[in-house]
């Protein structure tokens, strides 16, 4: 059996585990800082596992020793947001949360192939694999799901707003996992039709805006922390792709060397995702206007990136 580690057992954490283990993926570790919690929650699903007559292993640990071996290891670790709170107000609790993190990784799963969903997403992704690389981690082993969420809940509204079946919809949601990311209108067809034939300009920047305002309206809702089931099922997605070697083509964080024109950040690219991690990064033909407005969502990117430096978490020579 394969095995993946999540780290924080909160609620993408622990909903994630539940889907792996339902889906019989792999045995699961979830650690967390809290005591006895992680324990809680895996004899929980132990026994909904003999429920359904399962003989998947599920561990809930204290200690990272029990990622030894993992396949994968998803980080969901830090804060959640609270109403009136942007991912980048999570930036420095959770950086010092990430590279605490990521050197128990780097120590007890050199092996592994690493997903951040952790916020603020892209600048989570950037300062893991900055600590993970001098470790010996490729910048293909080390990426962020945020573009198969967005990417998801653009199709929703799609979906909800022609009253069709979401089978029919080909979307794609690339740039930062914020306010600037960019549903790629262009490569947006529903059953081949291009959804400019369908949807009027209104009605397709409503769409867009609640995209991009997708996880905010979640947080104003829950009141007290931000969403998990849609997260959690977008990471299953990229863990198949990589378990299965489906070589998916999916929206994913990856760190780049020129890629698009984009140096030194980590920003929602389509990717081959296959059990090597990241095998290819794809260059699309992209509209003049979603191009500017990618560069737009690299620089608020950049921006953040930065300020890993200015907070001392990341050291000047990266
Ligand atoms: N090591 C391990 N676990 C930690 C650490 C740490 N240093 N610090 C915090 N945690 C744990 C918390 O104890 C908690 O159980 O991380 C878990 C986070 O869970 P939740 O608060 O339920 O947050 P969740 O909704 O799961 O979101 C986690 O993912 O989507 C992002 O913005 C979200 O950054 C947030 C992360």
Same mark, same amino acid.
């Not at 990272?64 to 993992?70: A, L, M, N, P, Q």
């Given at each position: 059996m394969r095995k993946i580690s999540i780290i924080g057992a909160g609620n993408v954490g622990s909903t994630l585990a539940l889907l792996i283990a339902i889906n019989e993926l792999a045995d699961v570790v979830m650690i967390d800082v809290l005591p006895d919690m992680p324990k809680g929650k895996a004899l929980d699903m132990l026994q909904m596992l003999a429920v359904f007559n399962s003989d998947v292993k599920v561990i809930g640990s204290n200690?990272?020793? =029990?990622? %030894?071996? %993992? =396949?994968i290891v998803v980080i969901t670790a830090g804060i959640a947001r609270k109403p009136g709170m942007s991912r980048e107000d999570l930036l420095s609790t959770n950086a010092n949360i990430m590279k605490e993190v990521a050197y128990n990784v780097s120590k007890f799963a050199p092996n592994s192939i690493v997903i951040v969903v952790s916020n603020p997403l892209d600048a989570m992704t950037y300062l893991a694999y900055k600590i993970l690389k001098d470790q010996g981690w490729s910048r293909f082993q080390v990426m962020g799901m945020a573009g198969v969420l967005d990417t998801a809940r653009f199709k929703y509204f799609i979906s909800e707003k022609l009253n069709i079946s979401m089978d029919n919809i080909d979307a794609m949601v690339l740039g930062s996992h914020g306010d600037t990311m960019v549903p790629i209108i262009s490569h947006t067809n529903i059953q081949g039709i291009p959804i400019r034939n369908l949807l009027g300009e209104q009605d397709l920047n409503n769409l867009i805006e609640r995209t991009r305002n997708g996880g905010a309206e979640i947080v104003s809702l829950l009141k007290t922390g931000s969403a998990y089931y849609a997260p959690a099922a977008s990471t299953l997605i990229m863990i198949k792709s990589i378990l299965h070697d489906k070589k998916q083509i999916l929206p994913v964080s990856v760190y780049c060397q020129g890629e698009y024109g984009y140096h030194d950040i980590v920003i929602g690219l389509p990717v081959v995702l296959g059990s090597k991690g990241i095998e290819k990064i794809i260059e699309l033909n992209l509209d003049t206007d979603e191009k500017q407005q990618l560069d737009k969502s690299a620089e608020k990117i950049k921006q953040l990136c930065q300020e890993l430096y200015t907070l001392n978490i990341v050291g000047q020579g990266g």
């Open positions: 200690n990272y020793e =029990d990622i %030894s071996g %993992s =396949d």
